[in-house]
T-cell receptor
Framework: TQLLEQSPQFLSIQEGENLTVYCNSS?????LQWYRQEPGEGPVLLVT?????EVKKLKRLTFQFGDARKDSSLHITAAQPGDTGLYLC????????????FGKGTHLIIQP | GAVVSQHPSWVICKSGTSVKIECRSL??????MFWYRQFPKQSLMLMAT?????????EQGVEKDKFLINHASLTLSTLTVTSAHPEDSSFYIC????????????FGPGTRLLVL
């Protein structure tokens, strides 16, 4: 199973600030996905990146896949309280396993 | 978008009893379904992969005789926690995929299990 390290684990910032969350691995991934999870609910897919160097934007969220496909980042511009949640990166487990390997997640709190 | 439901959304049971959790794909046929477990403040951990009509594939450390998985149709997979113990208390989440490995997994809303 390939491992994904996320940082920071916890982040609390003021509304309007910018932030970046990182997802790193020593392994190459064919694709990486970012999810957002609210307490007591299942994760909701935000984006899938598949090409090294790829950048995708979703309103104030910018996702980047590293050139070597070993890392990814999520940048949020002008964070709002509604962005509060658990952000998870995930990729194919590899090694014959068919499911997803998840990072430990970043707990993000945006204070008004 | 594709919708996956789970039932029940939460369940409380006594130690030693069995609990069945259902996962349904509502608007697509799921050739593969996955079961994950998430403990408080932690991430999702894959428990098993379930293909319709065949035996589930369990991840290392997951007891197949304790967590029985049945994928009897292309829209339904069930997870039965047998002889549940308090340490089995967790948030169980399923996901479903319509096609091959490049297809998106859609997650259910999760089932909160509390074993007393």
């Amino acid at each position: 199973t390939q491992l994904l390290e996320q940082s920071p684990q916890f982040l609390s910032i003021q509304e309007g600030e910018n932030l970046t969350v990182y997802c790193n691995s020593s392994s190459v991934f064919s694709s990486l996905q970012w999810y957002r999870q609210e307490p007591g609910e299942g994760p909701v897919l935000l984006v899938t990146v598949v090409t090294g160097g790829e950048v995708k934007k979703l309103k104030r969220l910018t996702f980047q896949f590293g050139d070597a496909r070993k890392d990814s980042s999520l940048h949020i511009t002008a964070a709002q309280p509604g962005d509060t949640g658990l952000y998870l990166c995930a990729g194919p487990s590899g090694g014959g396993a068919d499911g997803l390997t998840f990072g430990k997640g970043t707990h993000l709190i945006i204070q008004p | 978008g594709a919708v996956v439901s789970q039932h029940p959304s939460w369940v409380i049971c006594k130690s030693g009893t069995s609990v069945k959790i259902e996962c349904r794909s509502l608007d697509f046929q799921a050739t593969t379904m996955f079961w994950y477990r998430q403990f408080p403040k932690q991430s999702l951990m894959l428990m098993a992969t379930s293909n319709e009509g065949s035996k589930a594939t369990y991840e290392q450390g997951v007891e197949k005789d304790k967590f029985l998985i049945n994928h009897a149709s292309l829209t339904l997979s069930t997870l039965t926690v047998t002889s549940a113990h308090p340490e089995d208390s967790s948030f169980y989440i399923c996901s479903a995929r319509e096609g091959g490995t490049r297809e998106t997994q859609y997650f259910g809303p999760g089932t909160r299990l509390l074993v007393l």
